[in-house]
């Protein structure tokens, strides 16, 4: 099946071994991942918190680039992307006003016919594949692996644009399972990783992927998996700086779904574009004998 | 024959010899004017009475510096472009823009590495692109700018290089941006990082700078230096044009 794809910057820029793995998982399992022609920006997450439509223009912009393509669905790696993308979806269903206005500012473009849905890449695995068939296309179980999931707040929150419970998600654990891998949870799995906090407040950060960290090292894991490109640069990069701050800390690698995916479809290592995380994640995987 | 069709041959005959000029009303900066129709803008100014020492350059669509901003009488939209290159319309109010403050980051190109986050670090700005097209709107060389902003901001330079080839700095994007982004600096590095980076150097070109910097042709540019304006011309006027020289060998 050919599916529509929108990137977003991240994933062209800082986060490429996500969309490298991605497509590399999307291939082995006999699907096509086709870039749209034209995409902007989202928008970015934090936009939406001003209670301004213009913000709304970028997302939406991309929705009627899908239905110039004539189609009806967009999937999409980045949990940021998603959750504006969805979120303006949502907007415009709700409010026939506030889309007027959008349609009225965007007056050299074709109105937005409202058909097209925003789609998570996890949940085209979980809701389109589903966990049970994607087992089944394990070649190389991760077993002995001891990973905790961490969901982050963007695929979560707000509640209305959600792929899974708020309080209680269990996607990447589903995932995890199918995938042969021992999943530990704790609480942290939820806890903000502190986002943009980064840009400005370093050391804020650096503490919190600290304490994330800490509990799934305390809880007995190994390493942890997610799916946002902000999470993981924070539990990752910022994760390293910690060492600093706490004496004798030593931060644990962090894994995006589609790599450890890509690894336990039995694809080369190559597709994980490791060499890209501050932590090195291979010698774990060698450990376990996974590669 | 009638006085009515006596009358009509007379003005026919006035017509074809002095053909009737139609008038068209302008507003330069408030003031109307009335100029002959098929007027440039920039002409149109000047037969106002006008004398232009800025907002004027080339006079031929390439230097960017006679933007106008204009409005007609009874129109919600606000229209731009050069105001050599379009011809006066009635009821037109103009404003010229000779000058855009628009501050260009400081770099050494060599210094530079064609990567993806290279423009993102010199003009950090354009992250605050809220895809409000206004900036495409606002170009005179109906340029894609928004597109090229957002392959500046993903790291697809030479996308950005292309999609703003056309560019003239006019700055009539920066002027609307409610992003304040600088467009065609963001674009005029992605050109110069293309160029320098991530096109194949031309091998002809390397090496005729290696032959002029070899002093091959020294000689000849001292004997053109020594030449009167008319052995220039006579030159010039017998030079071998290369496309008609191809037509020949082909025929
Ligand atoms: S991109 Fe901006 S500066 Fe360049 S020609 Fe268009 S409006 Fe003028
Ligand atoms: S005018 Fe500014 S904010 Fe709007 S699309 Fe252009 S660059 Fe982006
Ligand atoms: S005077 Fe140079 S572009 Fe108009």
Redesign the pocket.
Known sequence: MDLLYYPGCTVKTSAKCLETSGFAVIKALGHNLVEMEEW?CCGVVASLTDDDLMHHLAPLRNLIHAEDQGQEKIVTFCDMCGNTLKQTNLRVQESEEDFDTLNNFMDQEEDYKKSVDVQHFLEFLRDDIGFAKLKKSVKKPLKGMKIMPYYGCTMLRPREVAIDDAEEPTILADLLKALGAEVIDTPYKIECCGSYHTIEQKDLTAKRAYRISQAAKDAGADAIMLSCPMCKFNLDYRGKDAEKIFDGYKQIPIYYYTQLLALALGLDVENCEFESHTVDPIPLLKEKKVI | MSTEANNEAARQANAADTPEVSIVNIFVMGKRYQVPAGLTIMAAIEYAGYQLIRACGCRAGFCGACSTVYRKDDEQKLHFALACQTTVEDGMYLVQIPFVPASKAKYMIEDLKAEENTILSMYPE?A?????????K?CPQDIK??MY??NALRGDIAKAAELSFDCIQCGM?AM??????K?YHVGQLARRLRGKYIDTQSQDLKKRVAEVEGGQYDKEIEELVGMSEEQLRGLYNKREIEAKKKKKEGE
């Not at chain 2, 692109?129 to 495409?136: E, H, L």
């Open positions: 902007n | 354009i605050r692109c809220v895809s409000c097209n206004t900036c495409t606002s700018v928004m902003i957002q994007c609307r941006c409610p992003a304040d982004i467009h």
